[in-house]
């Protein structure tokens, strides 16, 4: 059971650090304008030289933030929840803090599916036709990595949860 935790929280640290590098950072996309490149991120966009926020509301720029921070706190929370179960915190003995850990990186990891399916959607639907060369940076990768390890932390901790609700039986064979 400590071993699916253990991993479960490897994974969502880890989860939780690359969350927090994607979202705040400006490399989500590259693209040449006017023989210049240029990289942009979910905050800001940048020229050769300088860069400058985003000042327009756009809805996909707005739903993949507002998704990313959803999954950001999710992810938090399930940390802070499953290290409770790790050392056995007595308090808030209501529920199961190992059931809600894999359940809170369960819903980390959906919000960040969101985030990165909105952002892909319409940047390739946008940017594909708008400009010929352009690609998804490494701000944009580490979300898909984010995805693959909140999802993880999940699955581990929900395998801690079912090792503890039904122990195997020691007198069997």
């Not at 400058?52 to 399930?78: E, K, V």
């Not at 980390?108 to 959607?121: D, E, K, N, P, Q």
Request: proline content about 1%.
């Amino acid at each position: 059971m400590y071993s699916f935790m253990g991993g479960g929280l490897f994974c969502a640290g880890v989860g939780n650090i690359l969350l927090i590098v994607s979202t705040a950072t400006d490399y989500w996309m590259q693209y040449r304008h006017s023989s210049n490149y240029m990289h942009q991120g979910l905050w800001r966009y940048c020229v050769p030289g300088k860069c400058m926020t985003h000042t327009d509301s756009i809805a996909y720029w707005d739903a993949t933030r507002a998704f990313m921070i959803l999954s950001l706190l999710a992810c938090f929370i399930g940390i802070v929840i499953g290290v409770m179960a790790f050392i056995h915190y007595s308090s808030f003995d209501g529920f199961d803090k190992t059931f809600a850990a894999g359940i809170l990186f369960f819903i980390s990891s959906f919000f960040v599916l969101l985030a990165m399916a909105v952002y892909t959607g319409v940047t390739v639907n946008y940017y594909g036709k708008r400009y010929g060369s352009w690609r998804f940076s490494w701000s944009y990768i580490m979300g898909w990595v984010a995805v693959v390890l909140t999802f993880f932390s999940g699955i581990f901790y929900m395998c801690a949860y079912r090792m503890h609700e039904c122990p195997r039986n020691s007198n069997s064979h």
